[in-house]
């Protein structure tokens, strides 16, 4: 095992990517999956930050924390595909909108939700700042405690506990909020700060 | 009619007594609809703003805006006591969660959603700066920059339109979330502000 390592499994695409090379940059150990690593090896070899690539499945393995960082109609599948090749005490962490898998799929892994607000294209302007608050939830107090402990890792961002996984469809319902408020004002970097907290 | 008038009904409700107050202030005429007048007097008489009083029905006849302020299981009955007493092009704005009467029972009476996630408890401190954004959604653009209007009244307090009324589950949402980090994090006024915009 990785020590604090992170696996991105969709790593180069359009969420995934700003968050791996914003990790890197903080000094996380990040292993970003793929569906076809050469493509990927590619990709980031261009990145200013060091990552590893590995095949979906490899990526997994080595690792205590997995974001799922894929379009949401693929991410069934891959976790078909990886969640039993996945670590005893893993912690997922889900950022597709809407939230799929709450349904306990992955016996022995907790899952918790994060950037699930963060926009993609922002996340992926590595030098500016973010300056937001992102929204983390999950049932399990692990999960929860590693999702906000790498929200902290990211320079002006804020990780803001709201509880049960059930609080997943009121986050993704922030993120439909941002979209309407960037498509209404002609924005694309709309996203949320709570007050008084 | 009374030009730029507010009637809000259950103006001396938790919700509504601090938009009353707040709004009286910054020199719009209000008057508080209540079923008992009476003791809406009684309410209003201590508060330091003058307002008007009257029962919900007439305090609909005058004005060109009405609030609708009063607790979610009473206000379908609110809706069909003085909905055909409403004028003709006057404006509802509801910030009742959840919304309610989105189904048109108000002809001729436009519709907005606003105050939906300002804590009531901070509306109605009437000194403390609010410092957030209140998000409006309406079907009627007359009825959608009235509501914007009145958000622009109260200091420190900025509106976001946030487009059609289907919104209003989105924005309810908001409230669901705030009112579970207050929970968890055992605070009481957590609300709202958009970055990038």
Redesign the interface.
Known sequence: MIPGAVAILGGTGQQGSGLARRLAAAGIHVVVGSRNPERARAVTAAWSGAVDVAANGAAVADVDTVVFAVPFGTIDALIDDVGPRMRSGAVAIDLTVPLTFAGGKMPAVALACAFKTV?AH?LDRVDEPL??DE?VCGDSDAARERALALVAVLPQLRG????PLS?A???E??T???V??N???K???????????
């Open positions: 926009p922002l300056d937001c929204f803001v506990d709201v509880g609080r469809r009121a986050i319902q922030l439909a909020l941002a309407a408020i498509r209404r004002h924005r694309h970097d709309a996203r949320f700060r709570v007050v008084g907290l």
